[in-house]
């Protein structure tokens, strides 16, 4: 006990290309066979218990309609209450548990989630979220340990800041967890989301219930299954597929909740904010909410982009799972005088894309996640084919077998046509073609037209337009890249989130989030405290 452990500065998993002819290609084919025959039971866990209910909700691929990947246990307002205490119970001996020991076991479910969980995890996000192999390797096993690591290396990096001490006093800090629990809400798109949630304010002592979404339960309960056999202690982390509204009614409005983690829709977060703001006189403390919501992500080009570089920027940022990423490429301004050649190069290369099944690994993307989200992505389709404000150069969809959203582009002749300003979550890029006078409208407009402010990139080769680019278009994207797709950030290279309606931007993966998650105590020891109330400058002349 008496050592001065710290843990190491994490490296980035590498991403397996998943090129033909590697093993890992090959493992991961097999993984997907075995799951895609399958159709199982997930079960709610509490306390370390699994809980099959009556109520239950299939879980289908999102590429095909009829594979049934898993009938999945919902929790009631019983079992939600039940969470809370389970969570409150297991509470004072992990909050007392030294801190390399919660390290260690996270490390350890990192290790089983690149290693054991490796291929079982990457084909759940493929079946269950519709992503192609290359998008299930880069979220889960690799964004997902990233940020577990770097949340135990920064967890590590907090604890040790502490303030000085002067002669005859010892001061520290004490970085407590939360009073409480931490309600975390995690989103269908990204897994490694769906597991940091959770896991990062329990690396910082504190005990959770988690809502995952329905649409990414598949590979949410195999990362619970990693977190359960690498020791998570029962309790600390509490698994409930459930609706969210009950989760509002029976968890959010808990006097002992301490912390709400979210990504997801903005107007959820805002409701949510708006009911805890409404209970906040119920609660022992303040709870802290952390969210990480959407975005209506950007390219502005100038005269003197890299067309090549800006063409391929566009298609990744835009189309890339179906353009379902928060940080995903929606609206961009080009100048008239490279649009022709843009246009041309653009169209070209969208022809080339192939959509489908994910188990075909030529396509370079699937379906869009549910039918929902297919109804309202289309309908902005079929609007924009009868606008005057708009022309639809490329692009549609098929529902018949699989939520199939085609690569779709359309020109807005209006500037603040819709799909410039809301965000479609879907494979759906809108352009803008400014004019040599319009360059400081169109930067003002880029800049304070959306109410979010996630990502933008800019395409320039001109330092003194890049240098202008930059400091005008400061508050509008948390995550701002220099002739670069505006999606990709690397956890510990490009700590995430954006401001405005796009969050609270804490920074998933940095000490920015870490430290939401505690509640500091100073402690200050005298050893030679004063015996007399006087001061000297009472003493008489």
Request: hydrophobic fraction near 40%.
């Amino acid at each position: 006990m008496n050592c001065h452990f710290h843990a190491p500065m994490p490296d980035n998993v590498p991403a397996c290309s998943m090129a033909p002819g590697m093993k890992e290609r090959e493992e991961l084919k097999k993984e997907l066979a075995r799951q895609s025959a399958l159709t199982i039971e997930i079960p709610v866990i509490i306390n370390g218990k699994e809980i099959y209910t009556e109520k239950r909700v299939p879980v289908a691929a999102p590429h095909n309609h009829s594979m049934i990947l898993a009938q999945c246990s919902q929790a009631d307002e019983k079992l939600l209450k039940e969470s809370v205490e389970a969570a409150m119970a297991a509470k004072a001996k992990w909050e007392a548990l030294p801190r390399e020991h919660r390290f260690a076991i996270f490390e350890k479910a990192a290790g089983l989630i690149e290693g054991k969980y490796r291929y079982i995890i990457s084909a759940a996000v493929m079946l269950g979220q519709s992503k192609t192999a290359w998008e299930a390797e880069c979220d889960a096993p690799d964004e997902l340990c990233d940020l577990i690591r770097y949340g135990i290396h920064f967890a590590d990096n907090l604890y040790s800041q502490q303030p000085k001490c002067t002669p005859g006093v010892f001061n520290r800090v004490v970085y407590r967890p939360l009073e409480g629990f931490v309600c975390a809400v995690t989103p269908f798109n990204f897994a490694s989301i769906c597991g940091n949630l959770p896991a990062a304010p329990a690396i910082m002592g504190n005990v959770v219930v988690w809502k995952p979404a329905t649409t990414a339960v598949l590979a949410s309960y195999y990362i619970m299954k990693a977190f359960v056999e690498a020791g998570v202690p029962a309790g600390v982390i509490n698994f409930v597929p459930s609706r969210g509204s009950d989760i509002s009614k029976y968890v959010l409005s808990d006097y002992r909740m301490a912390g709400f983690h979210f990504t997801g829709s903005t107007e959820v977060f805002k409701d949510i904010w708006k009911n805890i703001g409404n209970n906040i006189s119920n609660y022992r403390s303040y709870p802290r909410l952390v969210g990480e919501t959407g975005g209506k992500d950007y390219i502005f080009a100038t005269e003197s982009a890299n067309i090549d570089a800006l063409v391929t920027a566009m298609i990744r940022g835009a189309y890339e799972y179906s353009g379902q990423k928060c940080s995903a490429l929606s609206r961009c301004y080009i100048p008239q005088r490279i649009w022709p050649e843009v246009k041309e190069k653009l169209l070209n290369e969208i022809a080339t894309i192939k959509v489908g099944d994910i188990a075909d690994f030529t396509n370079f993307f699937g379906a869009v996640i549910d039918k929902n989200a297919f109804e309202e992505i289309t309908s902005y389709i079929d609007a924009a084919k009868e606008s005057p404000d708009a022309d639809v150069l490329c692009g549609g969809y098929d529902g018949s077998k699989g939520w199939f959203v085609y690569p779709t582009l359309i020109q807005a002749r209006n500037v603040n046509y819709v799909t410039m300003i809301k965000e479609l979550f879907g494979p759906v890029l809108t352009v803008y073609v400014y004019g040599e006078d319009e360059y400081d409208t169109m930067v003002d407009h880029c800049a304070n037209s959306s109410a979010y402010a996630l990502t933008g990139a800019v395409f320039s080769e001109n330092r003194a337009q890049i240098t202008d680019l930059e400091e005008r278009l400061r508050h509008s994207a948390g995550n701002f890249c220099i002739n670069d797709k505006p999606t990709g950030a690397l956890c510990g290279q490009q700590p995430f989130g954006g401001a405005r309606g796009s969050g609270t931007n804490d920074k998933a993966g940095s000490i920015l989030n870490m430290i939401r998650w505690m509640s500091p105590q100073t402690v200050k020891e005298n050893f030679c405290p004063p015996e007399d109330y006087r001061y000297p400058y009472m003493d008489a002349e």
